[in-house]
């Protein structure tokens, strides 16, 4: 059963696949059928699901489940992995590349910025993070030829960004009850 994005519970459980690149005003049209279409009729164990989806910045699918009412399972999130495989094929996208980075310029800096890095802990021994960081500092680069790259560092983490050639610039300051300091790459 489709409902309105805004309608999903708060306890609701949300899958984000970021494109790799913006959807074209004809694909959303079609993007949106499709998903409805799925969405309609997406069940676990034969029971229908309360699902709905968003398209935010027309960049990102955003599948959201209900888990209040019936629960999804491995079966049910296989079958919308399929679902998001055949529109990767239909459209010539990428959504699910764990290593696809998104950014949006301007918002909080200036400068070209990346917002906050969330790694589980038990991914950190793998350098996650790091990974993460370098592929967003190849993106900004090559995609909005600058070096110049402004963050708003957690200061427990200063260490971390100096290794990624961040300079702490100014004082710091609380950001969400957290100790912030802004560091710049230049």
């Known amino acids: 059963m489709v409902v309105p994005f805004a309608k999903l519970s708060a306890e609701s459980r949300l899958w984000i696949y970021p494109s790799n690149r913006a959807f074209r005003d004809d694909e959303i049209f079609k993007i949106k059928e499709i998903l409805t279409s799925f969405l309609s009729q997406w069940t676990a164990h034969n029971v229908r699901l309360e699902a ?12 959201g489940v209900n888990q209040e009412t019936v629960q999804a399972s491995g079966c049910s999130i ?25 950014f949006k ?6 400068e070209a910025s ?5 790694v589980k802990e038990s991914q950190r021994k793998f350098k996650r993070g790091n990974q993460i960081m370098n592929n967003s ?19 427990y983490l200063n260490k971390f ?3 990624l050639q961040f300079k702490s610039i100014g004082e710091k300051y609380l950001e969400d009850g957290i100790p912030h300091v802004a560091m710049l790459r230049e």
């Open 52 to 63: 709905s989806f968003d398209l935010p910045y027309d960049r990102f699918i955003v599948l």
């Open 78 to 102: 296989d079958s919308s992995v399929r679902m998001i495989q055949q529109l990767e094929t239909q459209f010539e996208i990428s959504l699910l590349d764990k290593m696809n980075v998104t």
């Open 105 to 110: 310029q301007g918002d909080y800096f200036k």
């Open 114 to 118: 990346i917002g906050r890095v969330v």
């Open 137 to 155: 500092i190849k993106a900004i680069n090559d995609h909005y030829k600058t070096k110049i790259i402004k963050i708003s560092a957690q200061c």
């Open 161 to 163: 960004y100096t290794n």
